[in-house]
């Protein structure tokens, strides 16, 4: 009977020192970062040259559904904004004057598979597809560029998650996002359309500390 009693107190001991199960189920998240987009290359006509960007802030917005095994779904809407730092011309000259900036918005499908490596710490890692638009606002001496189309997206994503509470995690990752390039209007001052100038592809990276919570408790563990 002893041996019983102590069999059963055992078990309920380390019930109670098993660490907190992670969230799962329908989640909601946000996050910023810093963001470092690379120079974009531009053609215009049989020429090209080059336009450059300042670093930036990025903004995530995303929801999602995380199963019991680690793996995550998720709808991910990223915002950055950058200020022009310099351009070239077709002629390869640095153009004095240059300022403006672009945005980029997108949306992308997420799959993140969160790998437990420590009580309440999560490796992640993953990737997304999906589309975004670069606008440009872009202004010289001699031209404006302004607009932009909606372009292929694609995401690259590492980093690490800590379990505050069953239902709240915080993360910190690392995401490589390209954008395909697209046509934006140009035009010659004093606003006079003189057609499309193509924009390369827009690369950025990004380090993010997310926030997500979910919207249900997890199940407690089963009783031993």
């Not at 215009?44 to 802030?57: C, D, Q, V």
């Not at 292929?152 to 709240?168: H, S």
């Amino acid at each position: 009977m002893k041996i019983r009693l102590l069999a059963l107190s055992s078990a309920a001991l380390l019930a109670t020192a098993v660490p907190a199960l992670a969230g799962d189920g329908f989640y909601i998240g946000l996050g910023a970062g810093w963001s470092k987009p690379s120079s974009v290359d531009y053609s215009l006509g049989a020429g090209s040259g080059n336009i450059g960007y300042e670093n930036g802030a990025r903004f995530d917005f995303a929801s999602g559904y995380k199963w019991a095994n680690g793996l995550r779904l998720e709808l991910d809407s990223p915002y950055a904004r950058y200020n022009v730092q310099n351009a070239t011309s077709t002629a390869g000259a640095l153009i004095a004057g240059a300022s403006g900036h672009g945005t980029m918005w997108g949306l992308l499908g997420n799959l993140v598979y969160d790998f437990n490596i420590a009580p309440r710490l999560n490796l992640s890692f993953g990737g997304g597809l999906g589309a975004a638009r670069f606008t440009s606002a872009y202004t010289d001496p001699t031209e404006l560029v302004r607009g932009g189309k909606v372009g292929f997206a694609y995401q690259l994503i590492g980093g690490l998650t800590w379990e505050i509470t069953p239902r709240v995690d915080l993360e910190l990752d690392y995401r490589y996002l390209s954008l395909a390039s697209t046509d934006h209007d140009y035009f010659t001052p004093p606003g006079t359309a003189a057609g499309t100038i193509n924009f390369g592809r827009v690369k950025t990276q990004n380090v993010m500390l997310n926030l997500r919570y979910y919207l249900q408790d997890c199940p407690p563990p089963p009783p031993p």
